[in-house]
C-alpha cells in the first residue's frame, strides 16, 4: 500500500475506534482476541473472539477408547492438569463402579492441591506482568519449580503430569516425595509473607486494584463465572466444599471469599486459596494412609455401562466438569467438558464497559484465564 | 591548558558524545544484569567475560536490521524521531559540571539551559508516536503529552525552591557552594528549608517519570499498548530510542547530583574531584534500576493525580516555606 | 470520586514502597537459582517420561519386543507402528522395525503401561530438537542396532542416568 491510497482522516473526528488486542498482545497471555471499541482510552465495548487454539477435545474423545482420552484432559487447561486428570478419571470411575483405594485418593488430593499452588503462582506472576511488574514474576517461578521438581519425580513430567489411573493413581509416592512436600509447605509460607510485603500491600497495586474491576454476585451468577472470580464476589463456592468429592470431606480447609467483587478481592483469594493448599496438603500427608494404589476392580477392557455420568471437581480457575455418555462401548458416545475459564471470559464484555484500557486489562488478568481452556 | 575556546568545546562535545554513548550502551547492560540479579538470576553471560559485549552484539543486530517506514506513516517525522529523542540528552550535558575543570560550556543559565532541552524529549516521542500511524502509537504519545505536563511543574516548582536558596542558576557555582563536609549539601539544608529531603524526593519522583521510567513508563507500557510509541520502530530506529531512554537517565541523576548531592564535592571536605561526581551519579542510576525492577506501573490517571493532588500542593509548599526562612534570616 | 489523600495515607504509601525496595535488594545480594543449560544441565528425575526405546534382554542383547502390539493399540496418537518377523527355532516373533512417529506423541506413557513384557522404556534424552520433521520419525529398532554397532558390543546397562 503506497501513501497515496491511505484514505485521509475525515474532517469529522470518529467518536470511537476499534483496538484489536491479540491474538498476539502481551497482555492476552495466549491466542486471545479482544476486539475493543474505544472511546480515547476508554473501553466502549471489548468483544472477546476465541476459537483461535481450538483444538476439538470433546469430539477426540468419541474417537479414541476411554483410557485414551485421559492424556487429553491434561492439556486442556495446562496449569492446572491434575484437576482436570481427576475430574475425567473419577467420572469414568462412578460410571464404571470402579473403587479407589483411600491412599491413591490422598495422593490425589495432595497432588491436585500442590497443582493449584503452581497454577497459582503462575497467575500470581502473569497477573503482575501485565500491571508491569516483572520481578514477582520470576520469584512465583522459582516456588513453582520446586513443586514441578517434586510432581516430576513421581509421574515423569512436569506439566501435562497424566498421573491418575482408573481406579487409582500409577505411581505410588516415596519418602523422599513426602519430605520434599513437608520442606516445600515449610518453604513457601515466608514465602507467601515476603509476597505480601512486596506485592499485595504495595501502593501503586492497591491504586490500580482496589476498586477497579467490579464483578457482582448477579453478574456471576448471570455467566456461570466460578473459582475465584465468584469467590472475589463474596460467594463463597467451591466445589470441594459443596459437592465434596475425594477425601476432601474429611480435611479441614476455609474457603476464602472476599465481597468487594473487585481485582483486589481476586487477587486476595488466590493468595489465601494458596495458604489453605498448603493446610490441605500438610493434613493429607498427616493422615495419609497405607495400601495399594491401584484398585483390583479394574477391568481390562473397559467398558462403562451405558448411561449419563457427570463430576465436579474444583480446578484452579474454578468449577470443571466432565460429563460423560456411556453406550457400553470401548468407545465413549460422548465426552462433555464444562470449562470455567470460557463462562469466566463471558463476563468480561459486561465488567469492562466503561473502563480504561489498563484498568480493562488488569481486570483480563484477574479472570486468570488459560485460553486453551476457554477454546479447548 | 588553554585551548581555543572553539576547540575546547569541540573536544569537549566529542568527549561528551562518546560518553553519553557508551553510558547508554554499557546502562543497558547494567541494567540486565541487575535485573537479573534482583531476580535471582546472572543476566547476560555469553558474549564476552560477564556479558561485557552484550551491547556491542545487539547494536550490531540493530545496525543489520533493516529501518522500516509503515505504510501512511509521515515519513519526515518517523525518522526525525529517534534523533531527536537523542540530541538534548548530548546537548544538556555540554553544561554538566563534571568536575571543577571539566565542564563544556560554564554558562550562566545552565538550568534554564537543562530545562529548556529536557523538553524537547517529550516532543520527540510524541512526534514518534504520531508519525508511527499506529492506534497504540497514539495513545502512547497522547499519554507522554499529558504526562509530562504535569510533571514539568512540580519539578520546575522544586527547582525554584532551590533556586532561592542558591542565588544562581550557573551550575559551578551551585556545586561550589555545597563545598565541605556533606551537610552543606543541598539535601540537608535544613535551615532554610525544613523540607529539603521531601524535595529532593519529589525532584526524584518526577525524574521518573520525565524519563519515562518505571514505574511512570506509560509510553512503552509494553502489557498494554505492546511498546507504546516505539511500536512501529525497527532496527537502529529502536535502538536510539532504546539509548535515549538512557542518555536521560544519566541527564537526570546528574542534575540531581548536582542540585542536592554537591556535585564533585567530597563528603569529607577534601579530595574532591570528578571521581565523586560519578560515583554518586551511579549510585542514582542504581537507585533508577531498583525501582524498576521492584514495582508494578501505576495506572495512568493515579499517576496524573498523585502530580496534581500530592507533588505540586507539596512543592508549592516547600517553596512558600523557604520564601519565609529566607526572608527570616 | 475517590476519597481525598491524607498526610498518613502518603507516609503509609512510602513505606510500603520502602519496604518493598527493601526486599527487592534483599535477593539482590542473594546467590542466583538458575541452571546455565547449555553448560550445565540437570540430572533428570528416574521417572522421566522422554520419547520411549526399546529394552535389551540382559542375556540374549537382543530386543525383549516380541511384536505384540499391544503398545500400538494403547497409543491414543497413533504414533507407533511395529512389525515382527517370526524367526527360525523361536517360539515368538521377534521385532524387526519398531516406528515411532514422535511428532505425534503426546509423552503419556500409556505405551510403556500396556507392554507387558517390559520391552519399551522411557528415554532421558530431551535434547530433541532437530531442523526437520524426518528426523523425528524415528525407528527405534534401527536406533538400538546402530547403538549396537556403536559400542561394538550389546549394551544391556541402563544408559538413562546419562542425563544427556
Ligand atoms: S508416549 Fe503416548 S503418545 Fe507417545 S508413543 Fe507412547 S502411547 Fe503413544
Ligand atoms: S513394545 Fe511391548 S507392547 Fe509393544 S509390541 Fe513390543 S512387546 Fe508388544
Known sequence: MSASEVIPASDK????????????????????????????????????????????????????????????????????????????????????????????????????????????????????????????????????????????????????????RFGGVCNDIDADFIRGVREFVAGMRPRLKMYHTLVTENVILRRRLVGIGYIGREMCRKYGATGPVIRGAGVAYDVRKVEPYSVYRDLNFDIPAFPEGDCMARYRVRMEEIEQSLRIIEQGLDKLPDGPVMGGNVPRVLKPPAGDCCFAVEAARGRFLVRIISDNKEIPYRVRLRTPCFCNLSLFEEASAGMMLPDALALLGSLDLVIPDIDR | MDFPEPIRLLAFLLGMMAFVAVNAAYLVWAERKGAGRFQRRPGPT???????????????????????????????????????????????????????????????????????????????????????????????????????????????????????????????????????????????????????????????????????????????????????????????????????????????????????????????????????????????????????????????????????????????????????????? | MRPKVSIKEIVRGLHSLVAGMRITLGQFFKPTVTVHYPHESLKMAPRFRGHIELVRDEKTGKPLCFACKLCEKACPSDCITV??????????????????????????????????????????????????????????????????????????????????
Open chain 3, 83 to 164: 512389525e515382527g518377523v517370526k524367526l527360525e527355532g523361536e517360539k515368538r516373533k521377534s521385532v524387526s522395525e519398531y516406528k515411532l512417529d514422535f511428532t505425534k506423541c503426546s509423552l503419556c506413557g500409556s505405551c510403556v503401561e500396556a507392554c507387558k513384557s517390559n520391552a519399551i522404556r522411557f528415554s532421558k534424552d530431551y535434547n530433541l530438537a532437530t531442523t526437520s520433521k524426518e528426523e523425528l520419525i524415528m525407528d527405534l529398532f534401527k536406533r538400538l542396532e546402530a547403538d549396537q554397532a556403536k559400542t561394538g558390543q550389546p549394551d544391556t546397562k541402563d544408559t538413562r542416568e546419562a542425563g544427556k
Open chain 1, 13 to 164: 473526528p470518529q467518536e470511537t475506534f476499534v483496538l484489536n488486542v491479540g491474538p498476539q498482545h502481551p497482555a492476552t497471555h495466549g491466542v486471545l482476541r479482544l476486539k475493543m471499541t474505544m472511546d480515547g482510552e476508554y473501553v466502549a465495548r471489548a468483544e472477546p473472539v476465541c476459537g483461535y487454539i481450538h483444538r476439538m477435545h470433546e469430539k477426540m474423545g468419541e474417537n479414541r477408547t476411554w483410557a485414551q482420552f485421559l492424556p487429553n484432559t491434561g492439556r486442556i487447561d495446562y496449569l492446572a492438569a491434575m484437576a482436570y486428570n481427576h475430574a475425567y478419571v473419577a467420572a469414568v470411575e462412578r460410571a464404571a463402579k470402579i473403587e479407589v483405594p483411600p491412599r491413591a485418593e490422598y495422593i490425589r488430593v495432595i497432588t491436585s492441591e500442590l497443582n493449584r499452588i503452581s497454577s497459582h503462582l503462575v497467575w500470581f506472576g502473569a497477573f503482575l506482568l501485565d500491571l508491569g511488574g516483572f520481578t514477582p514474576l520470576l520469584y512465583a517461578f522459582d516456588d513453582r519449580e520446586k513443586i514441578l521438581d517434586l510432581l516430576e519425580a513421581i509421574t515423569g513430567s512436569r506439566l501435562t503430569y497424566c498421573y491418575y
Open chain 2, 46 to 329: 555469553e558474549v564476552g567475560w560477564a556479558g561485557l559485549l552484550q551491547p556491542v552484539a545487539d547494536g550490531i543486530k540493530l545496525i543489520s536490521k533493516q529501518v522500516i517506514v509503515p505504510p501512511g506513516a509521515d515519513p519526515i517525522l518517523f525518522r526525525v524521531a529517534p534523533l531527536l529523542v537523542m540530541a538534548p540528552a548530548m546537548m544538556t550535558l555540554a553544561v554538566i559540571p563534571f568536575s571543577e575543570t571539566l565542564v563544556g560550556r560554564d554558562i550562566n543559565v545552565g538550568l534554564v539551559f537543562v530545562f529548556a532541552f529536557g523538553a524537547i524529549n517529550v516532543m520527540a516521542i510524541m512526534m514518534g508516536g504520531w508519525a508511527s500511524r499506529n492506534k497504540y502509537a497514539i495513545i502512547s504519545a497522547a499519554r507522554v503529552v499529558s504526562q509530562d505536563v504535569a510533571y514539568e511543574i512540580p519539578m520546575l516548582l522544586v527547582v525554584i525552591t532551590l533556586l532561592m536558596v542558591t542565588g544562581t542558576m550557573n551550575l559551578n557555582e551551585i556545586v561550589q557552594q555545597q563545598a565541605g563536609w556533606f551537610w552543606h549539601w543541598n539535601l540537608f539544608r535544613l535551615d532554610v528549608n525544613p523540607l529539603m529531603p521531601v524535595t529532593f524526593i519529589i525532584f526524584f519522583i518526577c525524574m521518573l517519570a520525565e524519563t519515562n521510567r518505571a514505574p511512570f513508563d506509560m509510553a512503552e507500557a509494553e502489557s498494554e499498548l505492546v511498546a507504546g510509541a516505539f511500536t512501529e520502530y525497527a532496527g537502529m530506529g529502536f535502538g536510539v530510542f532504546f539509548m535515549a531512554e538512557y542518555a536521560n537517565i544519566v541527564v537526570g541523576c546528574s542534575l540531581a547530583t548536582v542540585l542536592f548531592l554537591g556535585g564533585w564535592q567530597s563528603p569529607f571536605g577534601v579530595g574532591s574531584g570528578v571521581i565523586w561526581f560519578l560515583l554518586k551519579m551511579y549510585a542514582l542510576v542504581f537507585t533508577v534500576i531498583w525501582v524498576r525492577w521492584t514495582f508494578p506501573r501505576t495506572q495512568f490517571y493515579s499517576l496524573l493525580n498523585l502530580s496534581w493532588k500530592i507533588l505540586i500542593p507539596i512543592s508549592m509548599v516547600t517553596l512558600v516555606l523557604t520564601c519565609i526562612l529566607l526572608k527570616l534570616t
